[in-house]
C-alpha cells in the first residue's frame, strides 16, 4: 500500500488555529515530513480575503514575513515539489452559483505577482485552484477553465490541482448524490477542460462505509477526463463536536486501503496540526508515531 507523500500547507489557516511557528519550526516539520516520504507540498491558499503569505501588492497585505519565499526556498534544497494555492475571496459561492468572474480578477494580477517574485525556483512545480466544491454549481467549471487556463498560459511547465468533496449524505444530507451520480455530474463540469492535471477528492467527505464506491466513482472521472487520480486523505476527524481532532489511526489505515487501488497518489489535510511529531496537538504526535510504527518502520524511534 502507498504512504502519504504529500500534504497541504496552511498557513493562512480558516478553520483550524495557528500553531504560530517560526522558520525554525518550520524547519523542524519539513524533516519530519521527509522522514516519511512527503515530497509534495501544496500551499492551499496564496492568499485569503485581506491576508497573504508574502508581501503582496495585489492583496494590500503590507509585512516583512515572506512565508512563500521561505517555502520555495526550503523545498528547492530539499528537492520537494510545491503547488501554490491561488487567492480565494471566501465569497465565491453564495449557494447557488459561483462568481467565477470575481475570482478570476483578483487572480490574475494575483498570479502574475506571484510569477514574478518565485517563478524561477526549481521547487514551483504546480498550482493549487483553492476554490473547493462537491457538488458542480453554475460558473464552477468556467472557474476551473479561467484560472486553469491562465495558469497553464502563463507557466506551461507547471501543472494543477484541484481537491473538490465528495458530494455525499455528509454534506449534502438532504439532497446528496450517489456515487454514480456524483461521477456523471462532475464528468459533465471536467470533460473537455484540458487545463486541470491532477484532481484529490476529500475522503473525509463521503462515511467510510461508501468511500471505496465514491473513489471508484471518482477513478472513472478522472480516467475519462484526462486527469490523473490522487486522494486526499483528511488526518483529521470531522464526527467530533469539536474542530477538528487528529484522526484515528485505525480510520487512517481504512482510508488509505479504500483509496489506494484507485489513487495515484496520497496527500493529505494536513500533516503539521493533525499528524507532525511537532504539532501543538499531542494526539497528532500520536498519529505520526503509529504510522511510522506501520509504513516507515525504518523510521521509528527517529524524532
Sequence with gaps: MKGITGTFIDEITWDIPSQ???????????????????????????????????????????????????LFEEASLRGMDVFFG??????????????WRDEFAINKPFIEEVIVRYGDYASFKGWYICQEFGQIHTGARELFMAIGSLCRERTPDKKTLISPFYPSRLLYPKN???????????????????????????????????LGAYVKAARRVCDETGITLWNNVETFSRDFPIKFPPLDFQ????????????????????????????SVYPAARNLYARYVETYCPEEAGVT
Design 20 to 70: 504560530n511557528w517560526g522558520f525554525a519550526d518550520w524547519r523542524r516539520d519539513l524533516d519530519a515530513m521527509q522522514r516519511i516520504g512527503i515530497d509534495t507540498l501544496i500551499v492551499i491558499r496564496g492568499g485569503l480575503r485581506d491576508r497573504c503569505t508574502f508581501p503582496s501588492k495585489v492583496v494590500g497585505w503590507n509585512t516583512d514575513y515572506d512565508f512563500a519565499g521561505f
Design 176 to 210: 446528496p448524490l450517489s456515487p454514480d451520480a456524483f461521477a456523471e455530474q462532475w464528468l459533465d463540469a471536467l470533460r473537455g477542460i484540458d487545463v486541470i492535471d491532477f484532481c484529490a477528492f476529500q475522503d473525509g467527505t463521503a462515511p467510510l462505509a461508501e
Design 251 to 278: 480510520i487512517l489505515r481504512e482510508k488509505l486501503r479504500h483509496s489506494d487501488p484507485f489513487a495515484a497518489k496520497h496527500i493529505t489535510f494536513e500533516f503539521s496540526h493533525f499528524m507532525s511529531p511537532n
Design 86 to 99: 491561488a487567492y480565494d475571496t471566501a465569497s465565491s459561492f453564495d449557494g447557488r452559483e459561483v462568481h
